[in-house]
């Protein structure tokens, strides 16, 4: 809404993003916009600064990855993978990684990157967040050959990060 005087001396003309009147516009506009998905749907910076919250419109869930889990040797304790992996979920690193891998297929959707550009880039991005957990890192964990098997490697590399949990036997 914009209220005018027209008894005003003040005469602002321009309110293009680099004129004073469409930058305080703008500003107002995108506080209105974060209080009110705030408020409707719970979404706040800190709701976001998860993996899980990156991963969601891919499929990747706490559900996805506990099934994953499941699909381990008896050896493992599913419920301490499952803990392991929520501790990964908040991880800075982790949520930045994540988002490299998400925005990769968000290239490649608008046709910015092409597929085996996306594929190379995405197995440089899984060798680094293994590197990161300090989990060993297969050709295996690395040679992507289909961009619809990007989420299942990830996937396959978050768990492994989990079982291995190096970087936190380390602290």
């Not at 992996?85 to 988002?99: A, F, H, P, Q, Y």
Request: charge should be negative.
């Amino acid at each position: 809404m914009i209220i005018a005087d027209a008894e005003s001396d003040n005469l602002l003309t321009y309110s293009g993003k680099h004129g004073k009147l469409g930058e305080l516009i703008g500003r107002t506009v995108m506080a209105a916009t974060k209080k009110s998905l705030e408020l409707h749907m719970g979404l706040t910076p800190e709701s976001q600064h998860t993996m899980l919250s990156r991963l969601k419109r891919y499929g990747i869930t706490e559900a996805s990855l506990l099934s994953r889990v499941n699909t381990l040797p008896a050896e493992y304790d599913g419920e301490t993978i499952m803990e392991r992996i929520m501790k990964i979920d908040k991880d800075g690193v982790t949520v930045g990684l994540t988002s490299m891998l998400v925005h990769l297929l968000d290239q490649l959707h608008w046709g910015l990157l092409s597929e085996s550009e996306v594929l190379e880039c995405a197995s440089l991005t899984l060798r680094l967040l293994l590197n990161y957990w300090n989990s060993p890192v297969t050709d295996h964990d690395l040679h992507l050959t289909d961009i619809a098997k990007i989420m299942e490697s990830f996937m396959c590399c978050i768990v492994k990060a989990a079982v291995n949990d190096n970087k936190n036997k380390e602290k």
